[in-house]
């Protein structure tokens, strides 16, 4: 008889997808669900939830059947630059506006690999912010203000 044994990076993967899509399953249970030609506010995320879990199902058997490779060294600096990032932008956006915000979280950014020179980062930082402001600013027409009252003179 042969022993069942795990991939074990997979086998967390869909255990997460799973625990998390059940949390919000329970959590959209308390919104007004609706009907598919009527949606409710809970409608769509559960459904979400639902496709969350489905497919940590899918990994968590999948996990079963392929040997897969041990977990290998957490990212550290990855994680430092990576996740502040977002929360840096959140955070400044309307004191320094759309442009310096966006400008510093794609820099800060730039710095989880280690081997981004600090040249090419403020040069993709700048390509960045550039591209963005073009898109969002004037091909979208959305009413941001690029410069806010921190940077204002």
Same mark, same amino acid.
Do not use: H
């Given at each position: 008889?042969?022993?069942?044994?795990?991939?074990?990076?997979?086998? !967390?993967?869909? *255990? /997460?997808?799973?625990? =998390?899509? $059940?949390?919000? @399953?329970?959590?959209?249970?308390?919104?007004?669900? +609706?009907?598919?030609?009527?949606?409710?506010?809970?409608?769509?995320? !559960?459904?979400? *939830? /639902?496709?969350?879990? =489905?497919? $940590?199902?899918? @990994?968590?058997?999948?996990?079963?059947?392929?040997? +897969?490779?041990?977990?290998?060294?957490?990212?550290?600096?990855?994680? !430092?630059?990576?996740?502040?990032?977002?929360?840096?932008? $959140?955070?400044?956006?309307?004191?320094?506006?759309?442009?310096?915000?966006?400008?510093?979280?794609?820099?800060?950014?730039?710095?989880?690999?280690?081997?981004?020179?600090?040249?090419?980062?403020?040069?993709?930082?700048?390509?960045?912010?550039?591209?963005?402001?073009?898109?969002?600013?004037?091909?979208?027409?959305?009413?941001?203000?690029?410069?806010?009252?921190?940077?204002?003179?």
């Amino acid at each position: 008889m042969k022993s069942l044994s795990f991939d074990t990076t997979n086998a !967390l993967c869909g *255990a /997460l997808f799973v625990a =998390l899509g $059940g949390f919000f @399953i329970y959590q959209c249970m308390n919104l007004d669900l +609706g009907t598919a030609f009527k949606m409710g506010p809970g409608y769509f995320p !559960l459904v979400l *939830a /639902l496709i969350l879990s =489905l497919l $940590g199902l899918v @990994i968590l058997v999948q996990s079963t059947r392929v040997e +897969g490779e041990p977990l290998g060294p957490i990212a550290w600096r990855g994680m !430092l630059f990576i996740l502040p990032a977002p929360i840096f932008f $959140g955070l400044t956006v309307r004191g320094l506006g759309f442009v310096p915000s966006l400008f510093f979280t794609a820099l800060i950014a730039c710095f989880a690999s280690q081997r981004m020179k600090p040249l090419t980062a403020i040069v993709l930082s700048i390509a960045l912010t550039a591209f963005s402001v073009a898109v969002f600013s004037y091909a979208l027409g959305l009413p941001f203000q690029r410069f806010g009252p921190w940077v204002r003179l």
